[in-house]
């Protein structure tokens, strides 16, 4: 079945550090990408997105993500995350044929300990 | 602006009985998702809305779930009767167009617990 991946549940870092989440897709064609964010106690809310052009794309916070088409990916990072960066973080895939029908991967819980 | 309104934030009920949620979207969005998130899961899609018609619905567990959006605004999602495997959080969305690239905002969901 088609999916969007997400490895590494958990994720526990020290501020300063640098983070990475995995986020891989399994859908052919042209697909929107987007990184959601939910932090202790609130909604869901978009961190970033890629529609086309340049596969950079710079969100809210210091995050980035890159699109590589030939891996199906769209990992995010941030140089160096602080402790308000503790959410759940979630990638969503609007595959091509899926009429706008988000499809999101299992999140991933990042801590980050001062 | 206020965002993505739902209602109630924690239901408990018993296992068989009804359940009812609210959604109010954001004004001027004619897109509205419903989503049940289970622990541990990312959120998964239960019907989508375009104005007052559903043009997506089938991921509904239709013998027991159902749905409506009267006039196009608001939403309600109703379980009847409910099972245990029903615990999850339910979260309904809105976005200004129904096509690919466009946003969809969230409200806070509504954790229900079946027991």
């Known amino acids: 079945a088609q999916s969007v991946s997400q490895h590494n549940h958990h994720v526990i870092l020290s501020e300063a550090a640098s983070l990475e989440l995995g986020c891989n897709y399994s859908y052919g064609g042209t697909v929107n990408l987007f990184w959601y964010v939910q932090y202790p106690g609130q909604h869901l809310q978009l961190l970033l997105k890629y529609f086309s052009g340049d596969p950079l794309v710079k969100g809210i916070k210091g995050f980035e993500a890159e699109f590589i088409k030939s891996k199906f990916s769209f990992n995010l990072r941030k140089p160096s995350v602080q402790w308000s960066d503790t959410a759940e973080y979630f990638c969503a895939v609007n595959p091509p044929y899926g009429n706008n029908r988000l499809a999101f991967g299992k999140g991933n819980q990042v801590v980050v300990i001062p | 602006e206020a965002g993505v309104v739902q209602s109630p934030r924690y239901k408990i009920i018993e296992k068989k009985q009804p359940v009812a949620f609210w959604c109010n979207p954001i004004?001027?969005?004619?897109?509205l998702y419903w989503y049940r998130q289970n622990l541990g899961q990312g959120p998964e899609l239960l019907i989508r809305y375009e104005n007052e018609e559903a043009v997506d619905d089938s991921q509904l567990p239709k013998d027991r779930f159902s749905a409506e959006r009267l006039k196009g605004v608001d939403s309600t999602l109703k379980i009847q009767p409910a099972e245990l495997g029903d615990s999850a959080v339910y979260l309904c969305?809105?976005?200004?167009?129904?096509?690919?690239?466009?946003?969809?905002?969230f409200g806070q969901g509504t954790r229900l617990t079946v027991v």
């Open positions: 004004s001027g969005h004619n897109t």
């Open positions: 969305a809105s976005s200004l167009e129904s096509v690919g690239n466009t946003e969809a905002f």
